[in-house]
């Protein structure tokens, strides 16, 4: 099983989009194992995108994930980073597909509803940034034997 980092950005909060963007999630079949509201700092955004600190839209999509709170989870699944991945869809929601959580609820390249890890390695690293591991829960869920085949798991 893999783990991966979703964030509920700002303007899902702002939105009300909190139950269903979950709900997308669950409906997949992926399962949560951590959730939790916080209030991120331009410190810990700023290592989170490292990766963009050169683009010119650095400190605006830093400043964007801390109008407000935002949901943090770890989702748990086989392959479960690259089937957030799929679900989340393109990074501009004006050109993400239909069917994708951008695609469906967003019409912008920074207020794009979801942030989701994009490799394992990226994932294991976000989810110690963002988690404490005692935030991290192991359990099976009742319906394990409905999401998956006996050998697939
Ligand atoms: P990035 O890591 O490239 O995309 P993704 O979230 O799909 O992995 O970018 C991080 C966030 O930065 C992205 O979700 C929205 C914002 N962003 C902009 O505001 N403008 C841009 O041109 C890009 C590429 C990203």
């Known amino acids: 099983m893999e783990r991966t980092l979703v964030i509920l950005k700002p303007c899902t909060v702002q939105r009300g989009l909190i139950g269903e963007i979950i709900s997308r999630f669950e409906k997949k079949g992926l399962v949560l194992v951590g959730m939790k509201m916080t ?3 331009d410190e810990l955004l700023s290592e989170h995108y490292a990766h963009l600190k050169e683009k010119s839209f650095f400190q605006r999509v830093k400043d964007a994930m801390r109008t407000c709170p935002v949901i943090v989870c770890c989702w748990e699944g086989i392959d479960a980073v690259e089937a957030v991945r799929t679900l989340a869809g393109k990074t501009n929601g004006r050109n993400a597909a239909p069917g994708t959580i951008r695609g469906d609820y967003s019409m912008s ?3 794009n509803i979801v942030h989701a890890s994009d490799s394992l390695e990226t994932a294991k690293v976000e989810l110690s940034r963002f988690f404490d591991p005692s935030e991290l829960y192991e359990y ?5 034997w409905s999401l998956y085949a006996n050998d697939e798991i």
């Open 39 to 41: 209030w991120l700092t």
């Open 140 to 144: 099976t869920p009742s319906n394990i």
């Open 109 to 111: 390249v920074q207020e």
